[in-house]
């Protein structure tokens, strides 16, 4: 206040009493916040990189990942004759429903999967399978939020920005944190990517997987000297602030985005550009398919493996709008879930054997995850409502036991019955990955210090190599 009022001449008698800028944090200009790592791994890494592959909506369980016969030996029946039936968000409940799909066990390690993906079958000696996740929310929103951020209300930062934040970047020239949007925002906005009390450097930028994935890359100016004169005059006005201020961490921030979108005028366009992949890896992806969510979605999977390659640290792929939605079926179960299968499970299962091809999934962790599962009765007739009891996800690449399944749920997948999974244990466990112990990855905020995991978090060891 001080150095702001009275033209600054008190402020000026009030340094000299203090014995310089001692008021906040001096302003550092030859490490910016962002620019450097916050912390050194705590262990050695297995995993350089994330991939998050969002399924938005919640992808059931019963259908997918987790078979239970005795839903086809029940179909029809009363629930509430069988077992008891919580409350669910809209609370229509129906009778017990079977899956639509078939279930086969694929690979060495004879995994059961549905045909809603048979291409990831094919993948199923490089996966680990999670059949015993739970969530304390049965709503998008703060389920998102929860999934997000290990908090169920919005303003906390997400984990992607909590990994931007531990390690830093590998490429000064790009984003350490990257989403690629599929079309879809999810329920809880673009919270769900945040920085939120974390510097704003972190969060989250938001890319399309196209020739132009972001907004205003291409400079205006008729030459690199103007631009640069402008961004010099920029620098040098907000630091003449940081200077009478002390610490600000926004001010902090700005300069170095202004700084990070000069790089990524050269960085993205060549990042973009796949003109120069095979046309066989084209068709692996899915380039080719007559589906446009298919082809869209192979995009975004691999823009994800070009980012890898250039060491983006966390990348998530939300999902494409096809027709049924997300994969939010509380009707049309059958239509809305193979619609979005169709959309994402070659273009997946190519990244997957890409990866793996090119030795990359052995420093990438990929993760196919949601918020919450179904029910396996039926909402109405022909749908299933949330349910955040039990659902799986997988996990592939980096430090994972390839080919194993963790964790069982009931006959009816409605409720976990062994090793029961929360969502702070997959950020634990992906923060480990990425040589982080997630007990010590904290930060200062509101009078105590806060972390991804909260008060929870336990390294899901058997899932391990």
């Not at 059931?60 to 029809?76: A, H, I």
């Not at 906390?156 to 949007?181: C, F, H, K, Q």
């Not at 930028?205 to 000297?225: C, H, M, Q, T, Y």
Request: hydrophobic share 35%; with cysteine.
């Amino acid at each position: 206040m001080l150095g702001l009022c009275r033209n600054g001449f008190g402020g000026v008698a009030l340094l000299g009493l203090m014995g310089g800028l001692g008021l906040g944090a001096p302003f550092n200009n030859q490490k910016i916040l962002a620019q450097s790592p916050s912390i050194l791994p705590h262990h050695p890494a297995k995993a350089k990189s994330v991939i998050f592959l969002y399924m938005d909506g919640g992808v059931s369980q019963v259908d997918s990942f987790d078979p239970k016969p005795r839903l086809e030996k029940e179909n029809g029946e009363d629930p509430y004759k069988k077992f008891k039936v919580d409350a669910t968000q809209f609370n229509n409940i129906g009778k017990i429903l079977k899956s639509p799909w078939n279930f086969n066990q694929f690979g060495e390690s004879g995994i059961w999967i549905s045909d809603l993906f048979p291409n990831i079958a094919t993948c199923v000696d490089d996966i680990a399978v999670i059949r015993s996740m739970i969530s304390e929310f049965p709503e998008h929103t703060n389920a998102n939020y929860f999934l997000h951020t290990g908090h169920g209300l919005q303003g906390r930062p997400s984990m992607g920005a909590w990994t931007a934040y531990g390690l830093g970047t590998e490429n000064e020239n790009l984003p350490g944190y990257i989403v690629l949007d599929g079309g879809l925002i999810p329920p809880g906005g673009l919270d769900n990517f945040k920085s939120g009390f974390l510097p704003a450097s972190y969060e989250a930028s938001i890319f399309k997987a196209r020739d132009i994935p972001v907004a205003n890359i291409a400079p205006l100016e008729g030459s690199d000297g103007i631009q640069r004169n402008k961004l010099n005059l920029a620098k040098q006005m907000d630091q003449s602030l940081l200077g009478r201020l002390g610490d600000a961490q926004q001010i902090e921030s700005a300069i170095q985005n202004y700084e990070l979108a000069y790089l990524m005028q050269s960085s993205v366009p060549e990042m973009s550009d796949m003109s120069g992949e095979s046309d066989n890896i084209k068709k692996l992806y899915g380039f080719d398919s007559p589906d446009q969510h298919t082809r869209g979605y192979a995009a975004q999977c691999l823009m994800a493996r070009r980012m890898v390659e250039r060491g983006v640290r966390f990348i998530e792929l939300t999902c494409p709008r096809v027709e049924a939605d997300r994969w939010d079926q509380h009707n049309g179960l059958k239509d809305g879930h193979e619609r979005n299968a169709h959309a994402v499970d070659q273009p997946i299962a190519a990244l997957l054997k890409d990866l793996k091809s090119r030795g990359l999934l052995e420093t990438t962790l990929v993760i196919f995850g949601m918020e919450f599962g179904r029910t396996p009765f039926a909402q109405g007739t022909n749908g299933r409502d949330h349910n955040p009891s039990a659902f799986s996800i997988w996990m592939a690449g980096a430090g994972i036991k390839a080919g194993t399944v963790f964790g069982t749920t009931d006959e009816y997948g409605y409720r976990v019955l062994e090793n029961p999974t929360s969502i702070h244990d997959l950020h634990a466990t992906m923060l480990h990955l990425m040589g982080i112990q997630h007990e010590k990855l904290t930060y200062r905020f509101s009078g105590r210090d806060i972390r991804l995991t909260d008060v929870g978090g336990r390294i899901i060891q058997e899932i391990l190599t």
